[in-house]
């Protein structure tokens, strides 16, 4: 199915737009270089999340207090949002690898300030907050990068969601991985506070030296107008992205702040010394799940319906119901089942919501608007945070019994206005079809 999209509307300045760049030629024997630039984001995902099974270490270690340590978990929120919207734009610019190439040196840089987080809050601070950078700019460029080398003349063969697919799957292998190594580290290794991110920086090393390999897809452009016009993305106005994708961005990885963060500290205090390895457990089970139900993802979308986002949501307040009854029973095992659903949740979400974007733009747009979407997912990662602030007034089973009710009402929201089919009306510029 294919339409057409009209011109932005007159809210938004014209600008000249900038030269088309086409994808140059892979040189020979250099088609499949998808999985390098997949393993740069594993190791950006694996620096970025490698923190959250230590919540209870730097509670316990470091004697934080529980808003503290979930303000370092949301900190890197603040480099991560302007690593989503400036890396896109800038790398539709400048060209992909550059600016990936910056993200795994931020990512290296977060690791070897965070072995110093024994020595008080600012260098953790400072750490999430390089993390955030590299997370960022990974999302929204890798994922450009991955879907450009996915697709002829890179790879042929590749079938139209290989992208997204591919570049979700690295990022939530990152998740997941960053995660489990750290929490057995933190559990069982040496210097639990150091040798998490020294696991990191030895991975990731060699990836700057890979990294060049990856086929770029981006000619640097003579720009005809500024970077921060660039960073306009009018097919965020589209209608299919305000009423469909955006009702559930924040709950992509508000689910899985919930999973991993919000329900290790319900039961903490039953599991004594092995309550650093259930908040592990939970996190490698949550993006575990994500991971494994990604697949799934590409058969249930659809554009006319948005069964992929549906379903996500449907999981997502299952999810957050049993989290509920967590709260209230603090059952380990319970837990246990609140994080599959939410894992599932997330993975099937984050892929059907990279496919909605796809369809929508350009390949001039596509890093900006994927900047856009991944922002929107990551302010969800501000949850856990939240819900601790809250705590003095409210508990946990009465606010996550209110996030339940809030994601059902998301739910009607986008099954509502899914079954409107794109019109030639929808405020996005008219520059190419929706596959």
């Avoid at 099974?53 to 991560?80: I, K, N, Q, W």
């Avoid at 955006?246 to 899985?256: D, E, I, T, Y």
């Avoid at 991971?291 to 993802?297: C, D, E, M, R, Y």
């Avoid at 974007?357 to 350009?362: P, S």
């Amino acid at each position: 199915m294919s339409t057409t999209r009209p011109s932005a509307g007159p809210a938004l300045p014209v600008a000249a737009p900038l030269p088309a760049t086409p994808a140059p030629a892979p040189p020979a024997g250099r088609r499949g270089s998808w999985p390098l630039v997949a393993l740069a984001m594993l190791c950006c995902g694996w620096g970025g999340n490698q923190f959250t099974p230590l919540l209870l270490m730097y509670r316990h270690l470091g004697g934080y207090s529980e808003v503290t340590v979930d303000a370092f978990l949301g900190a890197y929120v603040l480099g991560l949002v302007p690593g989503l919207l400036v890396g896109g734009a800038a790398s539709d610019r400048y060209g992909r690898r550059p600016l990936m190439t910056g993200a795994v040196v931020a990512s290296l840089a977060a690791s070897a300030v965070l072995c110093g987080g024994a020595a008080g809050e600012l260098p953790i601070y400072a750490g999430r907050f390089l993390s955030g950078i590299a997370v960022g700019i990974a999302m929204a460029v890798g994922t450009s990068w991955v879907k450009e080398l996915s697709q002829a003349p890179h790879d042929p063969a590749a079938d139209p969601g290989a992208g997204a697919r591919r570049a979700s799957l690295a990022l939530t292998l990152g998740f997941g991985l960053g995660a489990g190594v750290a929490g057995v580290l933190a559990q069982w290794g040496p210097w639990p506070m150091v040798s998490p991110y020294l696991a990191h920086l030895l991975v990731t090393v060699p990836v700057l030296f890979l990294l060049p390999k990856a086929v770029e897809t981006r000619h640097r452009t003579d720009a005809v107008r500024s970077l921060w016009a660039d960073l306009r993305v009018p097919a965020a106005g589209h209608r299919r992205f305000r009423r469909v994708v955006l009702p559930m961005a924040p709950w992509v990885f508000g689910s899985a702040g919930v999973a991993y963060a919000v329900a290790p500290q319900l039961v903490g205090d039953r599991l004594g010394h092995w309550s650093l390895a259930y908040a592990t457990l939970l996190t490698v089970l949550t993006l575990g799940t994500g991971a494994l139900v990604q697949p799934l993802a590409k058969r249930l979308d659809s554009f006319s319906s948005a069964r992929g986002i549906i379903a996500a949501m449907v999981l997502m307040a299952c999810g957050l119901a049993v989290c509920a009854g967590d709260a209230a029973l603090r059952s380990p095992v319970l837990g246990l089942g609140g994080a599959v659903l939410l894992g599932a949740a997330y993975g099937i979400g984050v892929v059907s919501g990279l496919l909605e974007i796809q369809r929508l733009v350009t390949p001039d747009d596509l890093a900006g608007l994927t900047g856009v979407y991944y922002a929107l997912c990551y302010s969800g990662f501000l949850l856990p945070a939240l819900l601790a602030a809250l705590s003095p007034l409210a508990s946990y089973t009465v606010m996550l019994s209110v996030l339940t009710a809030l994601a059902l009402a998301s739910l009607a929201v986008i099954a509502v206005s899914s079954r409107r089919p794109a019109r030639a009306t929808d405020p996005v510029a008219a520059r190419s079809p929706i596959g």
